[in-house]
């Protein structure tokens, strides 16, 4: 009974399969190849990206299709391809698609077995299921087989095998057989042994079971079995047989494993040619090293809030992309934060004062570091240094060295803010998207967004005594000569002043983490309420740039320049000097020391000092004109004040104010309390000299609510 009814459920099954056959056939012929197997003949991109040794640059391997590792069928090795054939479809050139004689015999043997044992999928098959995965079931495996013949109507063999070979499925996300043969043995394709490849041809019938790192012993055995098989087919002779059953698989990782997807994100944007290899500017040592030292420092700053980090390091003399990393304590995305545009904050100051260099100021030039306001719209602002410690009359040294706010205000009021916003769009900051009237003064403190590249590129000029040279990020890529934006005298002094430790030593200290072993330029910025914070910096050799935040704004915890990005900037330095031995910063010869109050300076001597310091003729520094205050109905009225001042007033000298017209104090120092009362007014002052001379001042309207 039982043997009758096995014979029965065998021809059952084979009518079946003769039945599906026929209506597969004419499905075939009736219908069109769907567009989904465009995917096959769309060899998309081809390109190998290399770094600037020639070693390869894994972008990512979390993409459904090997796009980068792909070979032409010639370049497999032609044995490597007979096993393939053997192992997963000896009837491959004899069929349309569909081994039925395999089908057949896999059916019957699966009935006898009383489960599956065999699934007889053909090479095309096979192709057709990546192309379109389905569930397994029978209906999928009817439909595969009618995909593949719809596949072999269009394409070649060859075409179909050279798919499979570049895009079948081994562990840890690698896709064809050079990716596997790399991940495992770091090897190409070409210098497998028999071994070798027969494990890779095991590892394709279960990617996800079987891992050579995971349990090599596990498949030994079937390795053996299809070496074996190759042997009785005459693919391996005698001698390669023995050698290969002797063989002990020996894997090996890749040794450089290199992750650069936002610089590879931005190559393919920049519309490369498809099917050559490009050699990229890239260090992937020096790529691999930054990036693991800029996770760690994300995981050091994680209590703090600190999401997200971009690195980017430079080549001083050629301007080549050495390193590229966009690193995340989260999911960042698609987001390159080295072209996402931010504040640069004082990150920026170094730029206006080379500009001011040229404009009639030099480094012993003194400016007044006293409290400082503007109205900003119907209000005002009154501006900090970052210590809240005002310094008096300082230098330009001292005041870069330090990174203080007032002097820095000072300067672009003396520079001028069309000029200065003028000069940094010549530098290719590109991303304002106002004009200069919209940012004012806030200009001089970083309030306008750029891009880390911009940055980078523009520190790069300062590295190059005032010569704005292209960032290259690939051998051969056109680009824009270089040019001079900044007299040499200028842009070397500014390193001058960046790397000197006594110059910042009042706000940063004697043993500042800015204080690199080696000549280094280093400036750092924090933008308001901790959003961004930046470490810059160059020696002779390089120009580096570090930003830390969070991409979606989210504010940090308390870190500063100095906090955060700067001793990832100083580690940095650290890899970069062990490059090339390390030699101090251009200073241009041109340049003249000489004494000035008390020390020396350099000077440039083509340069006439021109800046006056701060107006010595009294004026009225608040109220700012336009003005409105708010009386808070919580205070009691006589506890609110609103102070007026005048500035330049000298000793002996007396301030009379006036209020609609109508005197409301006399005194002899700089500030009087006003207490305010509600509606629109007219304040004017006028001053009182020791010599009994008098001066009005031009009046001021404020309005009180």
């Known amino acids: ?138 209906f999928s495996k009817i439909v595969e087989g009618v995909d593949a013949a719809r596949l072999e109507r269009r394409f070649s063999k060859n075409d179909i095998l050279e798919f499979y070979l570049n895009q079948v499925p081994y562990a840890a996300n690698r896709r064809g057989v050079k990716q596997a043969a790399l991940y495992y043995f770091s090897k190409t394709p070409d210098r497998l042994s ?101 996770r760690q420092r994300l995981r050091d700053l994680k209590r703090r809030n600190v999401g997200n980090a971009a690195v980017l390091v430079v080549d001083r003399a050629t301007g080549d992309v050495l390193v590229w990393a966009v690193e995340s304590a989260g999911n960042a995305g698609a987001i390159n934060a080295v072209l996402t545009p931010r504040q640069p904050a004082s990150a920026q100051k170094p730029l206006l004062y080379a500009l001011a260099l040229t404009k009639g100021m030099t480094a012993a030039t003194k400016i007044n570091d006293a409290p ?146 080696v000549q280094t330029a280093v400036k750092t910025g924090t933008s308001t309420g901790y959003r961004d914070a930046w470490a810059m910096g160059y020696d002779n050799g390089f120009v580096a740039g570090v930003w830390m935040g969070n991409l979606d704004y989210e504010p940090m915890t308390d870190v500063t320049g100095a906090v955060g990005p700067a001793l990832l900037l100083r580690s940095i330095f650290t890899e970069l000097n062990k490059i090339e031995e390390p030699r101090p910063l251009y200073l241009s010869p041109r340049l003249v020391r000489r004494e000035a109050d008390g020390g ?22 608040t109220p700012e004109n336009g003005v409105e205050l708010a009386v808070d109905p919580r205070v009691p009225a006589e506890h609110q004040a609103y102070p007026f001042t005048v500035s330049g007033l000298s000793d002996g000298d007396r301030a009379r104010w006036f209020v609609d017209e109508k005197q409301v104090a006399e005194t002899d120092r700089a500030t009087f309390f006003w207490r305010p009362e509600k509606g629109c007014h007219t304040v004017r002052a006028q001053i009182v000299f020791a010599n009994g001379g008098t001066a009005d001042l031009p009046a001021r309207r404020l309005t009180v609510k």
Not at 122 to 132: D, F, G, K, P
Not at 224 to 234: E, V
Not at 600 to 621: K, L, Q
């Open 194 to 294: 028999a071994r070798e490849t027969a494990a890779l041809i095991v590892l394709v019938r279960a990617p996800s079971a079987f891992d050579l790192y995971r349990s090599p012993d596990k498949i030994n055995r079937l390795i053996d079995l299809r070496l074996r098989d190759f042997f009785d087919a005459g693919i391996l002779n005698e001698s390669e047989y023995r050698a290969a059953m002797a063989e002990k698989i020996t894997l090996s990782a890749p040794e450089l494993t290199v992750e650069a997807p936002r610089f590879l994100a931005y190559l393919r944007s920049a519309g490369l040619p498809s099917g050559a290899a490009v050699e990229t500017t890239l260090d992937a040592r020096l790529q691999k090293k930054v990036a693991e030292m800029t």
């Open 1 to 138: 009974m039982f043997s009758l009814s096995r014979r029965k459920a065998g021809w059952i099954a084979a009518v079946a399969v003769a039945v599906f056959g026929f209506a597969a056939a004419v499905w075939v012929n009736a219908a069109d190849p769907p567009d989904g197997f465009d995917r096959l003949t769309a060899r998309a991109d081809r390109a190998q990206f290399l770094d600037r040794t020639g070693l390869p640059l894994n972008a990512s391997y979390q993409s459904y299709w090997n796009v980068r590792d792909a070979m032409r069928l010639y370049e497999f090795p032609p044995k490597l391809v007979e096993m393939f054939i053997r192992a997963e479809d000896r009837n491959f050139y004899a069929h349309g698609g569909v081994d039925w004689r395999a089908r057949v015999a896999a059916a019957w043997q699966n009935l006898r077995a009383g489960g599956v044992v065999r699934g007889a999928s053909s090479l095309t098959e096979q192709v057709a299921r990546m192309i379109t995965p389905r569930p397994r079931t029978l």
């Open 372 to 517: 400082f306001s503007r109205a900003v719209g119907r209000g005002v602002h009154h501006f900090k240094n970052y210590s809240r410690t005002h310094y008096g009359a300082v230098t330009l040294r001292r005041a870069l060295g330090n990174s203080l706010n007032i002097p820095a205000l000072k300067t672009v009021e003396f520079v001028g803010v069309d000029a200065y916003f003028d000069f940094l769009r010549s530098l290719g900051f590109s991303h304002f998207e106002k004009d200069a009237a919209h940012y004012r003064e806030g200009l001089a403190l970083g309030n306008a967004e750029v891009t880390l590249f911009e940055l980078t590129r523009a520190y790069l000029m300062l590295a190059n005594a005032g010569v704005l040279k292209p960032l290259r990020a690939y051998k051969g890529q056109e680009v824009e000569p270089d040019r001079r934006v900044l007299p040499e005298t200028a842009a070397t002094l500014i390193g001058d002043i960046l790397s000197d430790p006594l110059a910042r030593q009042p706000e940063f200290g004697a043993d500042s983490v800015l204080n690199f072993p």
């Open 600 to 621: 020396t300076e350099y000077f440039d001597p083509d340069v006439v000092e021109t800046y006056a310091g701060d107006p010595a003729a009294p004026a009225i520094a």
